[in-house]
C-alpha cells in the first residue's frame, strides 16, 4: 500500500469524522461523505469516561460541556427496592473520574466541525459504493465522485455510515450476531425523576431494562424488552413504548408523571459484528464494523477506538498495520459480549450485590482496595481489554457470587 493519498469516508457520524479529523492531522488527504438525515432523535447519549480523552483530543469538550449534562457516575437498580451506584471519582487509578451525557445532534455537528477545522473535505451527500472487479475491492459510484468533484479515485475507502453496513453487505462480508433478541424503543421525556442527578440509570424491569439519562431539561429513556414479548403492547413504536411503561411494576409508578416529548424510535437486530473490517482497498469504522449491546453505553467509545486506531494504521500504510487493527477491534467487540452476557444472565448485578456487602467486612475491605482498581475501571472503559482486569472478573462471576443464585437477577 505504501503512503496514500486520498482516504473517502462514509459518514459523518462520530466514527467518521473523528477518523478524518486524525487522518488530516497527519497530513492525509481526506473527503468525507455525511448524509444529514437522521432520526428526530440518536441513541448514543450517555458517554464512558474513556470518551473524554477522544473529546478532549478533537479539541471540543468546553463546546460540548456547554450543551451536555455533567456525568459522576452510575446506577444500577436491581428490582422495585434494590440499587447499588458508584462514583467514577471512586474508582481507584481511574484516570478520569467524569463523562458527560450529551444530545447526540449537537455532538455529532461538534465532531464533524473539529473534521472541518482539521482540512476534511466534508460533502453533503451520501455516498454510494460499487464493486471493482472481484478482487475484494470496492469503488465510489461514478455519480458519488462526480458530487465530490474527484477526478480520481480515491486509494482506500472507509465505511463509516453505521448500521447500515453498506460496505459489508455490497461484499457479503458475513456477521456474528449476539444471542439477545430484543427491541430498543427510545424516546426523550418531560417529568422523570433520576435518584442520581447526572448519572445514567440502568433499571432491571420484569421484562427487560431501561435507561435513563439526564439531558439538559429531559431524561432520555430507552426499555430493552424482548421482541415477542413488546409485541403485545401494541403496533407502533409509540404504542408499545406507552404502554409498556405503564405496565412494568418496576417503572410505572415514577413513570406516572412522564409526559414523552419527542416521537419514539425504535432499533432492533443491533447486536452484530462483522467478522471482517479490512479489505483490498478498505476498512469499516464504528458501528459498520460492530456493535454490541445499549447496557453499559460502550458504543461511542468503540466508535472513537476505531477511528483512533485505523487512523494510525491508515498513516502507516501497511497491510500488517491494518491487520492489527482488524483483530483489535475483533478483539475489544468480542470482550465487551463476554461482560454484557454477565449482565442479562444475571451473575454481574448479583456480583455487585455481593459486593456491596462483603466491602465492609476485613477480608472485604482488603480486596475490595483491589477490585476498586480493575472491576469498575471496565465499565468505565478503560481496562475494557486488560487481561488481568478481565480475568479477575471471569473469576469473579464463576467463583464469587457467596452461594446467590444469579437466576434471581437475571434479565428476561
Ligand atoms: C438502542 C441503542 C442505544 C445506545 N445507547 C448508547 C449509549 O448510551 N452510549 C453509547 O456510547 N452508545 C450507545 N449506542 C451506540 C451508539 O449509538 C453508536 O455506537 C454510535 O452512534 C456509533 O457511531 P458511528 O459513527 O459508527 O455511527 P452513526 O452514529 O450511526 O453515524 C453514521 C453516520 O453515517 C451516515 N451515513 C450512512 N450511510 C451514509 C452514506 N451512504 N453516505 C454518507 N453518510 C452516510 C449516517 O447518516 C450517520 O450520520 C446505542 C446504540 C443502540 C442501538
Not at 29 to 53: C, M, N, T, W, Y
Not at 142 to 156: H, Q, V
Request: with cysteine; net charge positive; charged share 25%.
Amino acid at each position: 500500500m505504501g503512503q496514500l493519498g486520498c482516504i473517502a469516508i462514509l459518514g459523518g457520524g462520530p466514527a467518521g469524522a473523528a477518523l478524518g479529523t486524525f487522518l488530516a492531522r497527519r497530513g492525509l488527504d481526506v473527503v468525507l461523505f455525511h448524509q444529514g438525515k437522521r432520526p428526530p432523535i440518536i441513541v448514543g447519549e450517555s458517554l464512558v469516561p474513556a470518551v473524554v480523552p477522544y473529546i478532549r483530543r478533537l479539541g471540543i469538550e468546553d463546546e460540548v460541556a456547554g450543551y451536555s449534562i455533567w456525568k459522576g457516575g452510575a446506577t444500577f437498580v436491581f428490582d422495585r427496592d434494590s440499587r447499588l451506584s458508584f462514583r467514577f471519582d471512586e474508582v481507584r487509578k481511574a484516570k478520569t473520574t467524569y463523562s458527560y451525557n450529551v444530545p447526540r445532534d449537537r455532538f455529532d455537528a461538534s465532531v464533524l466541525e473539529a473534521a472541518r477545522r482539521a482540512g476534511v473535505r466534508v460533502v453533503d451527500h451520501p455516498a454510494r459504493l460499487a464493486l471493482e472487479g472481484d478482487a475484494d475491492r470496492v469503488r465510489l459510484s461514478d455519480e458519488t465522485r462526480e458530487a465530490a468533484g474527484l477526478s480520481r479515485p480515491p486509494d482506500f475507502i472507509v465505511d463509516a455510515g453505521g448500521r447500515r453496513r453498506i460496505l459489508p453487505r455490497l461484499l457479503g462480508i458475513p456477521a456474528v450476531d449476539g444471542d439477545r433478541r430484543d427491541t430498543a424503543l427510545h424516546a426523550h421525556f418531560e417529568g422523570i425523576e433520576v435518584e442520581i442527578e447526572g448519572n445514567v440509570h440502568t433499571d432491571r424491569l420484569e421484562h427487560g431494562w431501561l435507561w435513563r439519562i439526564p439531558l439538559p431539561g429531559r431524561v432520555s429513556m430507552g426499555a430493552v424488552v424482548d421482541s415477542q414479548y413488546i409485541r403485545k403492547f401494541g403496533e407502533t413504536p409509540e404504542q408499545q413504548f406507552d404502554n409498556f411503561l405503564k405496565h412494568d411494576p418496576v417503572i410505572r409508578d415514577y413513570a406516572r408523571p412522564a409526559r414523552r416529548v419527542t416521537p419514539v424510535v425504535r432499533y432492533t437486530n443491533y447486536q452484530s459484528r462483522c467478522t471482517r473490517g479490512v479489505g483490498g482497498n478498505w476498512a469499516l469504522a464504528g458501528d459498520s464494523f460492530g456493535f454490541v449491546d445499549p447496557v453499559f453505553s460502550t458504543g461511542m467509545l468503540l466508535a472513537l477506538q476505531s477511528a483512533d486506531w485505523l487512523a494510525e494504521a491508515l498513516s502507516r500504510g501497511t497491510p500488517k498495520a491494518l491487520a492489527r487493527y482488524e483483530k483489535r477491534v475483533l478483539h475489544n467487540l468480542a470482550c465487551w459480549q463476554r461482560v454484557i452476557g454477565w449482565y442479562y444472565d444475571g451473575r454481574l448485578l448479583t456480583l455487585f450485590r455481593v459486593g456491596e456487602y462483603v466491602r465492609y467486612r476485613p477480608i472485604g475491605r482488603m480486596l475490595d482496595f483491589h477490585f476498586r482498581k480493575h472491576i469498575p475501571r471496565i465499565f468505565t472503559g478503560e481496562n475494557a481489554t486488560h487481561p488481568y482486569s478481565l480475568a479477575l472478573i471471569r473469576f469473579m462471576v464463576n467463583h464469587g457470587l457467596a452461594g446467590n443464585d444469579p437466576d434471581a437477577l437475571r434479565v428476561a
